[in-house]
């Protein structure tokens, strides 16, 4: 099967948002994984934001091994906003999605993505730590195989060592 390159998928709609706004929401989503990491989860954060690059939709922390800050969002977005709004939103989330996530971000029709650190180099924090099997799957491979042009940024230097410091020692 051949896929459509990216110029003839379809793409979201609105404004990019602006790395101001980029560095400011995945320190919010840090935040927010601070609070999982408080109530016992592991130390992820996630959040939607409108096309106005501002708006906080919604809110998400770490759950469990299957119910991911970014999942359990995208599938909340879905019951409260229609797909043509969510294409034109945004996922904010502090690591780079899973293959899950990515998936669910996909089916859920969120159009852009921004995320704090990579997949590979959560890799290098959890180790081969069986509360956190990360796959070395980046989430761009997922997106450049489906039928949408999501639109992705990341990882952003700007907030990788505020995002390390709440892995450090957690996967331990």
Request: net charge negative; charged share 20%.
């Given at each position: 099967m051949t896929y459509p390159t990216a110029d003839d998928r379809p793409t979201p709609g609105g404004v990019d948002p602006t790395k101001v706004q980029m560095v400011k929401h995945l320190r919010r989503a840090n935040a927010i994984a601070q609070r999982a990491t408080a109530l016992g989860n592991h130390p992820f954060g996630a959040l939607l934001v409108a096309p106005d690059n501002e708006t906080i939709l919604l809110e998400q922390?770490?759950?469990d091994p299957v119910n991911h800050a970014?999942?359990?969002l995208?599938?909340?977005a879905t019951t409260n906003f229609t797909p043509e709004y969510l294409w034109s939103c945004t996922l904010y989330t502090t690591a780079?999605?899973?293959v899950m996530c990515a998936g669910t971000q996909y089916w859920a029709n969120i159009g852009r993505l921004v995320y704090g650190i990579s997949e590979k180099r959560?890799?290098?924090?959890?180790?081969?730590?069986d509360k956190n099997p990360t796959l070395d799957i980046p989430c761009r491979y997922v997106f450049d195989h489906s039928q949408k042009h999501i639109k992705v940024w990341g990882p952003i230097a700007e907030v990788e060592a505020e995002i390390v410091k709440l892995h450090t020692g957690f996967w331990d």
């Amino acid at each position: 099967m051949t896929y459509p390159t990216a110029d003839d998928r379809p793409t979201p709609g609105g404004v990019d948002p602006t790395k101001v706004q980029m560095v400011k929401h995945l320190r919010r989503a840090n935040a927010i994984a601070q609070r999982a990491t408080a109530l016992g989860n592991h130390p992820f954060g996630a959040l939607l934001v409108a096309p106005d690059n501002e708006t906080i939709l919604l809110e998400q922390g770490n759950i469990d091994p299957v119910n991911h800050a970014e999942a359990t969002l995208a599938r909340v977005a879905t019951t409260n906003f229609t797909p043509e709004y969510l294409w034109s939103c945004t996922l904010y989330t502090t690591a780079e999605p899973c293959v899950m996530c990515a998936g669910t971000q996909y089916w859920a029709n969120i159009g852009r993505l921004v995320y704090g650190i990579s997949e590979k180099r959560l890799l290098e924090l959890t180790g081969s730590s069986d509360k956190n099997p990360t796959l070395d799957i980046p989430c761009r491979y997922v997106f450049d195989h489906s039928q949408k042009h999501i639109k992705v940024w990341g990882p952003i230097a700007e907030v990788e060592a505020e995002i390390v410091k709440l892995h450090t020692g957690f996967w331990d």
